[in-house]
């Protein structure tokens, strides 16, 4: 069973001007899965991620989730799905300011109502090169330092879908690849990874690639670039 299906999705924002960065988008995604999604900047990329991640509701079409049409869900069962089954690995996602690294990573665990497991806990710190700054505070990190952390966080709770949204942007070489090493393993491991990017270097890594241009998603998997 596929975990999520986009239906012919439209999203308009009407801020003064109408903008319809999605018109009609129609995408599946199954365990396994690793999609990316390309465009350059303002084409919708990151709309097409919020209304996937339950945090938009489309205009139009239907999109589901677990094979649930997410339309007919309450806020608290979006709420639910989002934290239990989605990882979601934002540029603008939040960390606890007031908690140290490791203490933002077992929040992450008591959010979903789950004992934390401590020594996952440790071992993502040490994956992703911050161990020796577990009990530093969010702050006191780098740009990297924090999107490192923010993956960790992205997967902790062994997400069904994972959402990444230009995933190696202010990260060098040897920390891009280890995350899109990371977004393979947790393809693997039968999640189903959307990243967008407007880097078609990192998107050639992934199992299909898609275009998203004039609201549209075109497949470009095969095409030669
Ligand atoms: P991308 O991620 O590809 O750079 P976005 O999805 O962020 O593109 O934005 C797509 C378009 O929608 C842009 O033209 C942007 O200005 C517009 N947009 C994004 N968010 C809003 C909003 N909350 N209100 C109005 N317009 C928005
Ligand atoms: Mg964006």
Redesign the pocket.
């Known amino acids: 069973m596929e975990i999520c299906k986009l239906e012919n999705i439209r999203k308009d924002?009407r801020?003064g001007e109408l903008?319809t960065?999605l018109k009609d988008v129609s995408l599946t995604v199954n365990p396994g899965d690793f999609i990316a999604v390309e465009?350059?900047?303002?084409?919708?990329?990151?709309?097409?991620l919020?209304v996937m991640g339950l945090l938009l509701q489309s205009d139009n079409g239907t999109y589901t989730f677990d094979d649930k049409d997410v339309s007919l869900l309450s806020d608290g069962e979006k709420s639910d799905l989002r934290s239990k089954k989605i990882g979601f690995l934002f540029q603008d996602a939040t960390l606890i300011q007031a908690l140290t690294l490791r203490e933002n990573l077992i929040f992450s665990y008591n959010l979903i109502k789950k004992s934390p497991d401590l020594k996952r806990v440790d071992e993502l710190l040490y994956r992703f090169g911050l161990d020796d700054r577990a009990n530093f505070l969010p702050h006191q990190l780098s740009g990297g330092q924090r999107r490192r952390l923010m993956a960790a966080r992205c997967i902790i709770h062994e997400p069904s879908l994972i959402l990444a949204?230009e995933p190696t942007n202010d990260l060098d070489e040897h920390w891009s690849n280890e995350i899109i090493a990371m977004l393979q393993q947790e393809a693997q491991r039968g999640a189903g990874i959307v990243m967008?990017t407007?880097n078609s270097r990192w998107a050639q890594l992934a199992g299909s690639r898609y275009r998203?241009d004039d609201g549209v998603l075109t497949d470009i998997t095969k095409e030669e670039i």
């Open positions: 924002y801020m903008v960065p465009g350059p900047s303002g084409i919708g990329k990151s709309t097409l919020y949204d967008v407007h998203l």
